[in-house]
């Protein structure tokens, strides 16, 4: 069982920059990021593999930047440029198999 630990959260006005960090009991082959905001569907943020491959939404392309650190087992999300439609909780994402975080809160205010 992995156990996923996320931080990072917080309130940020518009245009303002978050680092979400998501730490890792094992190392595991895929860690990401996922969002929810209220009334919609968790979606992709961004994920990368142990090899470094990225992948990102075409949403948050050019502003977040996803990295990881092997040694700490620990995944983190640069979100700079933040708007108010990226307002969501925010899940650590890991496989294989699925493994979720407890969620941490993004709030970008006008």
């Known amino acids: 069982q992995v156990q996923l630990v996320e931080s990072g959260g917080g309130l940020v006005q518009s245009g303002g920059s978050l680092r979400l960090s998501c730490a890792a009991s094992h190392n595991i082959y895929t860690l990401g990021w996922y969002r929810q905001a209220p009334g919609k569907q968790r979606e992709l943020v961004a994920t990368?593999?142990?090899?470094?491959?990225?992948d990102y939404a075409d949403s948050v392309k050019g502003r977040f930047t996803i990295s990881r650190d092997h040694a700490k087992k620990t995944v983190y999300l640069q979100m700079n440029s933040l708007k108010a439609e990226d307002t969501a909780v925010y899940y650590c994402y890991g496989d294989p198999p699925t493994y979720w975080g407890q969620g941490t809160q993004v709030t970008v205010s006008l």
């Open positions: 990368i593999t142990v090899r470094s491959r990225t």
